[in-house]
Every structure is written in C-alpha cells, then in structure tokens.
C-alpha cells in the first residue's frame, strides 16, 4: 500500500514563528504536492513539486516555500507564520504523467495563534 | 472564474435514490479528470477516472462532456456510507491536479 505520512495531525504555532511541515513517500512518486484545505474554498494548490530540487508555485504560494532534497521527503516551510495560515495542510504523491491516482498524507491541522 | 467549479450543496437525499453531481472546467486543453472522495476527517481518496467514453464502477458512473465542458457523477441506489464530499479534479498542464470546492453528500435513512 501506498503510504504518505505527515509528521503531525495538529500543530499550534505562535505568530512569527518558522514553521515546518514534513511529508514523506515511501512509493516513489516523482511528483508530490502541498494543498491547504479551508471551509468553501477546497483544495487550493501551494507548491508542487515533480523532480528531486524542482518546484513550481501553485495557486497561493505567498507566505511559503518548500524544499526537496530528497525524493520521498517535501517539506512545506512557513517562514513567518501568520493568522491567516490557519488551515489543514494536506500533502500528496503521485507517479509522474498526470494520469495515475494522487494519494494523500492524513493532513495536519495547523492553528497559527 | 474558478477553474474547476462544483456546486458545493449540500445535498440532503433519502437512501435508495440517485443523485447527480456537476462539475465544470474552463481550460478546454485539460485532459485528464477524476472524482476523489473525502469523508469528514479524512483525506481525499480516488473514487474514479472519468474517460472520454465514461465509466462505470458499481453504482457509480462518471460521464465527460468536452463540448461544454463538464464531467458528471451519478450514483444509483445510493446507501448511507456513500455519505461524504465528493471533489472533481482536473489536470493542469502536465502534472497539476486542480481541485474544486467539493459537493457535500448526505444520505438519509
């Protein structure tokens, strides 16, 4: 079974803090993905990434960066967190080409404070 | 205009009926195109891959419509644990998946 594990369910972070959310693969996935969930917004798309060191900004990268080091390891950084990064990260993977199933990490519930 | 647009509902329906979702899309370029489900709590999971000619899976089947660009769910005899969010996903360029906002579902006994 494919497996996508994010380090925490749920977090609380103070406002201005450096915050890291890991998520690791264990499939191989080429490609993988950082989405935050709001209430009537859905799954808005943060950075995605298809390579090892190659990103692309997604729909609402400001206030984020990420890193990929490693194949099965991405990790989503907030450089200095604010209120309104309240929300539930949610990572995924999938192979490469765009047409095979993306499989999600659990999400982490992230209140900034 | 939102790429990839759902009604978002929700749907309140007794069980044993069927019920039908839409979705619309805008880039006419876009290729590929799913239904995920997302029960409360959950991560979305892969329900289907819609095709150019539809298809079929049990009690569901998923129709793409390229001239006007919609992908369609129906879900027949529906039961109670078919109760969740239901997200349309369409592919970006090579690898994006876009999600929309997801339609609520909820089958009442």
């Known amino acids: 079974d494919v497996k996508v594990t994010q380090s925490s369910r749920y977090l609380v972070k103070r406002t201005g803090e450096k915050v890291f959310l890991e998520c690791v693969q264990d499939?191989?996935?080429?490609?993988m993905f950082w989405y935050r969930q709001d209430p009537g917004l859905g799954l808005r798309l943060i950075y995605f990434?298809?390579?090892?060191?190659?990103?692309e900004k997604g729909d609402i990268p400001e206030g984020y960066s990420v890193s990929r080091e490693k194949k099965e390891r991405f990790s989503l950084i907030l450089e200095s967190a604010s209120t309104n990064q309240t929300s539930m990260y949610l990572c995924?993977?999938?192979?490469?080409?765009?047409?095979?199933?993306?499989?999600f990490g659990q999400g982490t519930r992230l209140t900034v404070v | 205009r939102k790429e990839v647009e759902q009604d978002p509902g929700p749907f309140n329906v007794p069980e044993g009926a069927t019920v039908a979702f839409n979705c619309t899309y805008s880039n006419s370029a876009s290729q590929s195109f799913f239904w995920y489900r997302q029960d409360c709590r959950k991560e979305p999971k892969l329900l289907m891959s819609v095709y150019s000619s539809g298809n079929e899976d049990g009690r569901f089947t998923a129709q793409l419509n390229r001239a006007s660009q919609y992908i369609s769910l129906l879900i027949r005899d529906s039961k109670l644990s078919d109760s969740a969010t239901y997200l349309c996903?369409?592919?970006?360029?090579?690898?994006?998946?876009?999600f929309g906002q997801g339609t609520r579902l909820t089958i009442n006994p």
């Open positions: 995924a993977s999938s192979l490469s080409g765009g047409l095979t199933e993306a499989f």
């Open positions: 499939m191989d996935h080429e490609n």
């Open positions: 996903v369409v592919i970006k360029g090579a690898q994006k998946l876009v």
């Open positions: 990434s298809y390579d090892v060191k190659m990103k």
